[in-house]
């Protein structure tokens, strides 16, 4: 009977082979399924059916409720920041003529110090002078001042001891930002787009609305790329509006006219497939806890 000595001995110092692969330990990896692609009908924010729906210039498409409230949230944080900023830039103030109230003080007493002192002062080169200008006495009581100082000073090294540093508050921006493309959104350049509804099926509920191009009758999905016009709102897709927009400059629902730079391309969350360009694949790596020999999982490094 062949020995199973390599997979029951456990009092090594390390994990063997059989033992990280029952832990799960390395790189895992798993494809999405089609339940973790967002559909190109759906808010960026709810993830849900879009209700009143909305674009950016970038082709971002929200819930009108939704990107509101996200633009209104945005603008109390940042006067939020505006706030804290001010508070700050009044107390460096306040500290900075506190400080040179003090300075002016320091001054006049060093002064004082040295006009009438135990010992007159000098201005020849015989009698000793310290970095303060000041002669005997007066000296003896700076330096005990320093040594008591260096005495009572902070250990830095201790947590308990370590002096708190001031939080800084920089100057925060105070504009509104896309909060999927990240970059920067004003009310007025979002713009309301429509859908055409196939009325051709009769759907249960509002949650299985089929829409289509108003063109060419095309059911729209994740495999076409949508363009949306500024001016109007009304959605086609790419190759209408490549071949008719484009050339005659004017919307095929409503003849309103529409420039090149009024179509937008819409984003969507992409298809199952692998030509076309999303990746769609989750990588974890587990590595053994210290001490605990369960497996810790954490994302994987970019490589």
């Known amino acids: 009977m062949p020995q199973r000595h390599s997979k029951n001995n456990n009092d090594l110092a390390f994990f063997t082979y059989d033992e990280k692969r029952k832990l799960g330990y390395g790189t895992q990896k798993e494809r999405l399924g089609k339940d973790s692609i967002k559909p190109f009908d759906a808010c960026c924010l709810c993830l849900k059916p879009f209700i009143d729906p909305m674009s950016c210039q970038k082709g ?6 939704c990107i509101l409230e996200c633009l209104l949230a945005q603008k109390k944080d940042i006067q939020r ?14 500290e900075e003529e506190e400080r040179l109230i003090l300075e002016k003080a320091r001054e006049l007493d060093a002064f004082d110090q040295q006009n009438h002192g135990a010992l007159p002062q ?4 015989n009698h000793s002078r310290d970095k303060n200008g000041f002669h005997g006495a007066n000296s003896v009581k700076v330096t005990s001042f320093e040594e008591e100082a260096l005495r009572t000073m902070k250990a830095f090294w201790l947590p308990s001891a370590t ?10 921006s105070t504009s509104t930002v896309c909060p999927e493309g990240k970059e920067k959104l004003k009310l007025k350049t979002l713009f309301p787009i429509y859908f055409t509804e196939d009325e051709s099926e009769q759907k249960k509920s509002n949650l299985d609305k089929t829409y289509i191009c108003p063109s060419c009758k095309v059911t729209l999905t994740n495999t076409l790329s949508l363009v949306a016009v500024s001016s109007c709102g009304h959605v086609f897709c790419k190759k209408c509006a490549d071949r008719f927009m484009a050339v005659d400059k004017v919307c095929l629902v409503c003849d309103k006219p529409c420039r090149e730079r009024n179509l937008v391309t819409l984003e969507k969350g992409g298809t199952g497939f692998a ?9 974890d790596f587990k590595h053994l806890g210290s001490g605990s020999g369960l497996g810790l999982v954490r994302p994987a490094a970019k490589t």
């Open 275 to 283: 030509g076309h360009g999303d990746h769609l694949e989750a990588t």
């Open 163 to 172: 002096p708190e540093a001031p939080v800084k508050v920089d100057t925060p």
């Open 60 to 65: 971002h498409v929200f819930c009108k409720e």
């Open 122 to 125: 000098y201005n020849d080169k």
């Open 81 to 94: 920041k505006l706030a804290a900023r001010a508070a700050q830039q009044k107390q460096e103030k306040e």
